[in-house]
């Protein structure tokens, strides 16, 4: 696969509207009819059933944020990384405690009920959930899409009119975010709004405001240390690359220090209550991988059971070296080479690295490669729509849980038209590859659909999705970085461009 | 502008690199588009003579299916999205039909009452949902039970939402029967989207639920035969959908004097040979409709006209009786200042099914809206006898349509698409039609909010009528800039 050639109209039905829309003076609309577009889509989406959702005794995510709100709402603050642990005790950093906070008191002005402390356990009920509907939507549009906007305007430049809002409408109609945010519920857009906030600043050369907004994603949710190598690299580059490095590693250093000082010391000044927060964030006890999820230890597992046969402190050093294998490549390379395109590839192979062989990892965590992915769709256009589609293959046995399949398909095919133009521009191996695995999912979706698994195999389909997804996202790690090594030589991006003219 | 200029230069290159590799994605992509020479008259065009790029439209032998069929796929698209939006009781309306259908003799499909939502549509819908029940069977049996009443799994609900979604592929049929004059393929395109893609039809079949979708397409076919002067084929299409459903009724006087004048006079004789051939073919269909449930017609007629149900639906219509009822109750208010003693009684509306009792104002019965009913369509029938045109019949229809929406007896605000659909086949003709429509449409649309009255659907609400204000306004001012 080559890259793509750096003029390139064949953008399939959004280029088609788009085309359409120019040709008839209505380029003003291009972005209005975007933004109808995902919002309607997110919407109808969240129609749908949430996890967990008429499931006692513990329900799902819903019930845990909503729980949150609860909680953060109605005790002192030491209390809420203590209060009942059993009963979906909070274990997300601080941020997130400050959002459920702020959603919470304003659904209590709304509906005491919905966060009144232990009778509101389980609630049920159609404006509740509308409710929380509304505070994804509201979180994914305040602090997600203009960050999206702004990176696309960025990375495109000016003057290239359709490939930006193309690019802003793929990145808006990326399926899994939306399944996983609005369908079965979780606040993703938000940590993921605060990392797109921070490569934007980044790629501008804002990098002590980047540093701020990275640490408000790690403070979001602690996953985003997927991407922190990444980020730490080009920074570490940056500062031996520039003019007053030493200054701005300084700099940088104390940001961070400062941030996340501030936001500990809003809520306490204890030592205590700070190292009960990082022993709920971080749970080393749960085990290899939580339920079965497309990483490399569970489907290695499907083979040799190495819960058993090892002790789980090796397993921990085992898979924190098979990590860092995987992880530092990319970084090094970033590092040697701080520029934006290489940033994009390098939190990719980051945070997919970790996703395959890190500890602990759900499902969900996909979303994190995913975010750089999708971010790259027009600079590696097939291997970044493919991943999507695989992506959202993966989720499939969690949204079936979730009576999310109705969506899911839609959304797929929806993502499969609008990507469609990526297929073009690859060679006909490949494209051979894709069909094959594309028809493999579809048969495996219709022989669960139509066989039941056999008694003493009832794990049969989600093993089978999981070896498969293992398999695609191993090969798609190796061809990212593959990617990234030879980026170098590719000045297919207007920002580099720019750079590269100012030396 | 300077910065848009680039973007045409790119996608000259990119089109030869394009026919190079000859492959095609899209409505745009597959118009054909050609470098012209630049003569005097192609350089009035300012875009055009600086790139040298124009869109040629190549019209009617081009496959017109490759355009439409996005648009289809797009409207299907949105409508899989809407599956899990709140339903009405029509939804169960229908479940019930299908279960009677199934389950009974058709002899007794007109008198079984288990469930308060017994058929009440014509013999031709009972056969629809029949057909339907086979599929049922298959895919669910239980949706199929009698005394399974109010079912809503969600085997019931995709079945049946499923089967609204495919079975509007009739109504973009006959959107592709009836734009086949257009000059251009790109103003074929912006018509089938402004027919087919009307969020009116969404809301109605797509949350609230029924199948009006294809029961328009029918109509939309038969119109297209009017207006292609083949009467014999509009006239049985038209009795199809009659015995679909009978609302269709309140625009037989259109079909009748259309009919009449412009076949039936042929010449300005009547020609007897003409009326008997249409007339036994359109009674035909009345005969294969009924004559199965012969012994039954007097049953069948009380189901389909339920006079006793109250002059204003339980979802009022905004028609002439809604003002009439509030200013009833203006009365009232003026007579409690002035002290008079009024009848308390009054309980306009109240409960699904019902009386209206007006306190003040005199009463009004079947009969009295019959009248004003047909008072308001005698204008443009009577224009229809002089002028027996096209452009005369549809506009009778719409105007029928609207008389009975807005003096009928027992109208829901449904029965606004009525107008709305065969208004959009007129909004080619000028910008004033195209006003009318746009005006009318977006009043309409948003007239049937109350039916969707569930806080969700607030947002499904706004977005489908943002999209065209937004979108339809762009089309129809393409549509007459372009000429």
Known sequence: MRSPPPVSMGYGWIGAWHEFLFTTNGSSLALLSTYLLALFVRWTVSLNGYSGEGVPPLHGDFEAQRHWMEITTALPRREWYRYDLKYWGLDYPLLTAYHSWLMGRIGQMINPEWMALDTSRRMESEGLKMYMRLTALATEWVIYVPAVVIFANRWVGHGHWLKKNTLITLILLQPALIIIDHGHFQYNSAMLGFTLWAIVSLITGHHVLASVFFVFALNYKQMALFYALPVFAYLLGTCFRGPNGFQLFVKLGVTVVATFTLLFAAYSTDVSD?????????????????????????????????????????????????????????????????????????????SLGFFLFAFQVHEKSI??????????????????????????????????????????????????????????RVAAPVKLFAMITYSTMLALHILEATVPPPANLPDIYVMANVLLSTGLFSLLLVYFNYRQWVTRSIASNPITNEKQKKR | MPRYRNLLVRASINLKWKRNRNFDLGIGSKMKQRRVPRTAERASSVEESETGIVTVDTGKDSQPWSDILPIFAFATLVKLLLIPSYRSTDFEVHRNWLAITHSLPREKWYYEDRSEWTLDYPPFFAWFEWTLSQ??????????????????????????????????????????RITRHARTRQQRVLLVGLIALSPGIVFVDHIHFQYNGFLYGIQLLSIAAMMEKRHILGGI?????????????????????????????????????????IASSTLAVFAISFGPFVKHIPQILSRLFPFKRGLCHAYWAPNFWAVYAFGDRIFIQVAKVAKVPVSQTASLTRGLIGNTAFSILPDIQPIHTMILT????????????????????????????????????????????????????????????????????????????????????????????????VFGYHALKTLHSAR
């Open chain 1, 367 to 424: 979303l994190l490669p995913l975010l750089p992915a999708t971010l790259l769709i027009l600079d590696a256009p097939f291997a970044s729509a493919f991943f999507n589609t695989v992506a959202m293959y993966s989720l499939f046995p969690l949204l079936r849980r979730d009576v999310l399949v109705l969506p899911y398909v839609v959304l797929t095919v929806l993502w499969m038209a609008v990507s469609a133009f990526t297929w073009s």
């Open chain 2, 237 to 277: 299409l038209f009795a199809v959908v009659l015995n679909f459903k009978h609302i269709y009724l309140y625009q037989a006087p259109a079909y009748f004097v259309y009919i009449l004048r412009s076949y039936c006079f042929d010449g300005g004789f009547f020609s007897l040979k003409r009326f008997a051939a």
């Open chain 2, 135 to 176: 599929a049922a069977q298959l895919f669910y049996p239980a949706m199929l039970d009698l005394d399974n009443l109010e079912d809503q799994s969600w085997q019931t609900v995709l079945f049946q939402r499923a089967t609204v979604i495919l079975s509007e592929f009739v109504f973009l049929c006959g959107a592709e």
């Open chain 1, 274 to 350: 700070i190292l009960q927060v990082f022993a709920r964030v971080f749970p080393v006890e749960r085990g290899l991988y939580e339920d079965k999820v497309a990483n490399v230890w569970c489907a290695i597992s499907v083979l040799v059971k190495l819960r058993q046969r090892f002790e789980a402190q090796s397993l921990v050093y085992l898979s924190l070296s098979a990590t860092l294998l995987a992880v530092l490549p990319s970084s090094i390379h970033v590092f040697r080479h701080p520029r934006p395109l290489t940033l994009l590839y390098a939190l990719l192979n980051g």
């Open chain 2, 374 to 469: 047909v008072l308001s369509q005698l204008p443009i029938l009577a224009k229809l006898w002089v002028d027996a045109t096209p452009a005369t019949f549809l506009d009778s229809l719409i105007l029928c349509g609207f008389g009975s929406y807005l003096f009928g007896w027992h109208v829901h605000e449904k029965a606004i698409l009525l107008v709305l659909v065969p208004l959009s086949l007129t909004v080619e003709r000028s910008p004033k039609y195209a006003r009318a429509f746009y005006i009318l449409t977006y009043t309409g649309v948003y007239s049937l909010f109350p039916l969707l009255f569930k806080p969700a659907e607030t947002i499904t609400k706004m977005i489908l009528l943002m999209a065209f204000a």
